[in-house]
């Protein structure tokens, strides 16, 4: 993985020693410092199933076997953050079904608040349907269900939630409005906002959730947001720079094993952050786990240098277990890859 030219804009933070000497270990757990974080966001079943080969229209194939998975980004964000040690409030709908109780009983195992997690009638829960193939591809069909009944008027009905948290985290597998409103009522009261664009914006943003307090796209929806195609760390300062004048005060571009760039506010530099070494199982929800611990992190009142790196490292522990919820590392398991 090569460093930034010396002529470049780009500077590179360095994993593990001169991290940990950044990081103070709290004498005692995270919880001494334990911020409340509110995500608004989806909640979905992940029925997966794997076969020999993926079936061509009107074609009907064999499956291996069906995993009901829970999962939707919303819900994973939650428990990562809720894993580090975070107060999380999770603001969501579920169907009035049996995936909608498992997902709500899930998220309670995990420790999120799930109080403003409603029940939709007549409408099923969220549910990712997901065939592999044996050489790891994948066919996804997704079906909102209640997720995409999550209105404005939830989110004024827990506005309470939003105004007392210390960061705020969404989507995008919720309307887009309701993203919206969300972040209008943060930033209104003040409150840190974190937007991972996810999954990649059919059509234009508006300018209010330009003007969040950190995004956190990866290489696909930074193109889709800038039109930069970014192929390595350069063109992502470049990305990071262009969302940075559309209003983002704190851009953060992750580019999976290379770790991630952002633009540091006060120099205007960019700055690169690298991955941690993982034995990797599954990728899934690697995203969500760093930005629910860059959120976590900045919550707490550290400077990106420091929170970035450590987001690196949640993404990276969240490699090494099969899944998306039950891979969400804890604050301990995370210190462990930024401090090996």
């Not at 229209?57 to 499956?63: F, I, P, Q």
């Not at 580090?84 to 079904?97: E, M, Q, T, W, Y």
């Not at 906002?193 to 969040?212: F, G, M, N, S």
């Not at 571009?253 to 070494?277: P, R």
Request: glycine fraction near 8%; charged fraction near 15%.
């Amino acid at each position: 993985m090569g460093e930034p030219a010396a002529q470049s804009t780009g500077e590179l933070i360095p994993p593990r020693e001169d991290i940990t000497s950044r990081m103070k270990k709290p004498k005692t757990a995270p919880y001494a410092n334990q911020p409340r974080v509110v995500v608004a966001g989806s909640i979905n079943m992940d029925l997966v199933t794997r076969c020999q080969r993926l079936p061509q229209a009107g074609e009907t194939v064999s499956a291996e076997n069906l995993v009901q998975l829970p999962g939707g980004k919303g819900a994973n964000q939650a428990v990562a953050a809720a894993q580090l040690g975070a107060r999380c409030h999770l603001i969501g709908r579920v169907g009035d079904d049996a995936f909608g109780r498992q997902l709500t009983g899930r998220l309670a195992e995990y420790k999120v608040q799930t109080d403003a997690v409603m029940v939709t009638p007549q409408i099923s829960s969220g549910v990712a349907l997901i065939g592999v193939d044996n050489s790891g591809q994948n066919a996804i069909t997704i079906v909102a269900g209640s997720n995409g009944q999550l209105s404005t008027a939830d989110i004024t009905h827990h506005r309470s939630l939003i105004e007392s948290a210390d960061a705020v985290v969404v989507q995008l597998e919720i309307p887009l409005e309701t993203v919206t409103a969300t972040v209008t009522i943060a930033k209104s009261h003040g409150i840190m906002t974190i937007l991972d664009p996810a999954p990649a914006p059919a059509e234009a943003l508006p300018q209010a959730l330009y003007e969040v307090d950190v995004m956190t796209p990866n290489e696909t929806e930074t193109q889709t947001l800038t039109g930069i195609s970014v192929e390595g760390i350069e063109s992502a300062i470049e990305a990071a720079i262009v969302l940075r004048q559309r209003g983002v005060r704190l851009p953060v571009i992750t580019l999976g094993s290379q770790g991630a760039v952002w633009i540091d506010e006060s120099s205007g530099k960019g700055l690169h952050a690298t991955s941690c070494d993982a034995n990797v199982v599954d990728t899934t929800a690697a995203g969500d786990a760093f930005t629910a611990a860059l959120a976590y992190r900045l919550a707490q009142g550290h400077v990106p240098a420091v929170a970035i790196p450590f987001a690196c490292a949640a993404g990276a522990a969240a490699t090494t277990a099969l899944g998306a919820q039950n891979s969400m590392p804890t604050y301990d398991k995370v210190l462990e890859f930024v401090c090996q």
